[in-house]
């Protein structure tokens, strides 16, 4: 079996003295796991195109279904060192991978979610605050997979939503309306304000470009992050 396709690294593990096994996010094949033997030997360029992030065409090699082909060509399209070398970015793309690794199947290609990401980090490279870039991308790739929050409407009657704010209730990944709430919804709710349901609006409908031109309040954004965190923890179990 031989794959050439071009990928992310999502994230690395050591193995024995030199190799590493590294988990990318390829454009044809979605998520493949790959053998990189000797990457730690050396300071060579073929070892630096298995740090994190790094865009690479790349060739798998290995038996029909195996489940660790041997990497052997990595050539870097795109290092995106830069975003390697603050540690509030690598954070805040921490939360982006995450998801990433949570959400896609192994051997699923989705080439559209793979543009969505690169297309993140090339703004994240050129953006001032790619805490914003990280949020957007969150947003646009739960709505991209099904799992975008609604927070336009009610998700029990569809009511579109009026007001300053509304109550978000992560266990229905949705906002309901008053009515709806009192009827059916056992546990407790998170406030999110109209400001902050415009935003998840325009994050979802805007390209990337675009929405680094708005300007919304501090407040906004952690009502958003606030009830994003909750709807992921939610959805994959874990702890925001
Ligand atoms: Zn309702």
Not at 163 to 178: A, D, E, K, T
Not at 181 to 208: P, V
Request: hydrophobic residues 40%.
């Amino acid at each position: 079996m031989l794959i050439r396709t071009e990928g992310i690294v999502l994230k690395t593990f050591e193995y024995g003295d030199a190799d590493l096994i590294a988990t990318y996010f390829t454009k044809d094949h979605g998520v493949l796991k790959g053998f990189v033997k000797g990457a730690r030997k050396f300071k060579s360029r073929f070892g630096s195109s298995v740090e994190p992030l790094t865009h690479a065409n790349l060739s798998f090699l290995g038996k029909e279904n195996t489940q660790l082909p041997k990497v052997t060509r990595s050539d870097i399209l795109n290092s995106f060192q830069t975003l390697r070398e603050d540690l509030a970015t690598l954070l805040a793309i921490a939360s982006v991978i995450n998801l990433l690794i949570h959400l896609l199947q192994e051997k699923e290609p989705n080439s559209r979610k793979y543009d969505l990401f690169l297309a993140a980090l090339k703004t994240l490279e050129q953006a001032e605050n790619r805490d914003v870039v990280c949020l957007v991308f969150r947003i646009k790739f739960l709505w991209m997979a099904g799992y975008g929050p609604r927070v336009a409407e009610c998700g029990c009657c569809g009511t579109r939503f009026k007001g300053s704010f509304g109550l978000f209730y992560p266990s229905y990944g949705s906002l309901l309306c008053r009515a709806c709430a009192s009827k059916y919804a056992q546990q407790t709710a998170t406030r999110l304000g109209s400001a902050a349901i415009k935003f998840f609006g325009q994050a979802k409908s805007l390209r990337f470009g675009h929405i680094l031109t708005l300007r919304p309040e501090t407040a906004t954004l952690i009502e958003v992050q606030n009830v994003l965190n909750l709807h992921i923890s939610h959805l994959t179990g874990k702890k925001p």
